[in-house]
Structures are given as structure tokens and as C-alpha cells.
């Protein structure tokens, strides 16, 4: 059983690995750098490991469970939320927040809940269709915008609706993709 502690940000729910004990620690790479003073810890998925603050400003819950992840997806990313900003559209207009470097993970997530034999996530995200709304700042500009990138270029109705609601639907990349709707 391990246990996780779990965070909330604006996109969706986080976790770290959460240690309160040395016996814990045993068979991972943290067994021979982190003493009993310093516990509890938190660990990340690159092999960082920093003190557990249960007075942190974002911290949610301590989770135990048998799996690998302790979230779900639309916990994760969440799902057809109104502050959407970057993330993923489905071809039925879904869509799943995250970050500006989070577009990886959430469609490792996504693929292993919908298209569990794919190898290639964005890839296969991609070739069914699905949207990548993504961070357009250069570093030059004085705002962040956001592209809508198309791996087939063509567009559902339900995703068309979807960019107006969100303000996407003048975008030029948008426009181009309009060109080729049937």
C-alpha cells in the first residue's frame, strides 16, 4: 500500500509519493539519502524529494491505495471546466485542463483510459482527432495566447461549438481548419 499526498492547482489535483517512515524508504532510491529526522517527505515522479508541510497552501488530502496513481482523470485534469485554458478537446467537445508542460502527462492518462493499447499518447490523441490547446508565448509578447493545434486539421461539430464557447474561433489556425470542414 503506498501512500500519496495530493495537491490542488488550477488545473487539476497533483500528488508526490508521501513517506512517513524509514521502513517506507526500503528498495527506493531515497533509502540511503533521507534520515528519520527529516520524515515526513514528499516524492516526485524525477526522483526529488522535499518536507511534507500539511499547512501547505494547496495540499487537499493523504491518500492510501494499491495502484500506481491514486487520482482519476477528470480529477487529474479537469473536465469541462469553465476556467479552461490550455489542455485537451475531444472530438465530442470534451475538454481536460492542464498546465503549460502538463499536456504529456494528461494525454498518458487520457489514451490509458480511452485507447489503452496505444503506444504513442499525444500521437494517438492526435490520429482520433483531439485538440492541443497550447501556450503561444514567444517570449516577446506582453500576453500569453493560445494555439489550437490539429493533428488531422479537421474539426467535429461539437469541437467547432466548443473553440467558439472558449473564444478560440477566430484564431487563425482555427480559421484554417474551418476552410476544411464539411
Known amino acids: 500500500m503506498k501512500k500519496f499526498a495530493i ?31 527529516k520524515l515526513p517527505i514528499v516524492a516526485d515522479e524525477r526522483g526529488g524529494y522535499f518536507c511534507f508541510n500539511p499547512n501547505d497552501y494547496n495540499f487537499s488530502e493523504l491518500i492510501e491505495t494499491d495502484g500506481e496513481c491514486p487520482l482519476p482523470l477528470e480529477k487529474m485534469f479537469f473536465k469541462n471546466d469553465e476556467n479552461f485554458k490550455l489542455g ?15 499536456h504529456t502527462k494528461a494525454a498518458k492518462m487520457i489514451v490509458s483510459k480511452f485507447f489503452p493499447d496505444a503506444k504513442l499518447p499525444e500521437r494517438t490523441l492526435g490520429k482520433h482527432g483531439w485538440l492541443k490547446v497550447i501556450d503561444s508565448w514567444d517570449g516577446t509578447e506582453r500576453q500569453h495566447g493560445q494555439f489550437v493545434y490539429s493533428l488531422t486539421g479537421r474539426l467535429t461539430n461539437r469541437q467547432i ?6 473564444g478560440l474561433y477566430d484564431n487563425p489556425e482555427v480559421k484554417e481548419m474551418l476552410k476544411n470542414y464539411d
Do not use: M, P, R
Not at 475531444?90 to 485542463?97: I, L, M, Q
Not at 461549438?161 to 472558449?166: A, G, H, I, S
Open 7 to 37: 495537491y490542488k492547482s488550477e488545473t487539476g489535483y497533483y500528488y508526490y509519493e508521501y513517506f512517513d517512515s524509514i521502513e517506507q524508504l526500503h528498495g527506493t532510491h531515497l533509502e540511503d539519502i533521507v534520515t528519520a529526522d
Open 161 to 166: 461549438n466548443k473553440l467558439f464557447d472558449l
Open 88 to 102: 485537451w478537446i475531444s472530438s465530442d467537445g470534451d475538454t481536460y485542463s492542464c498546465d503549460y508542460t502538463g
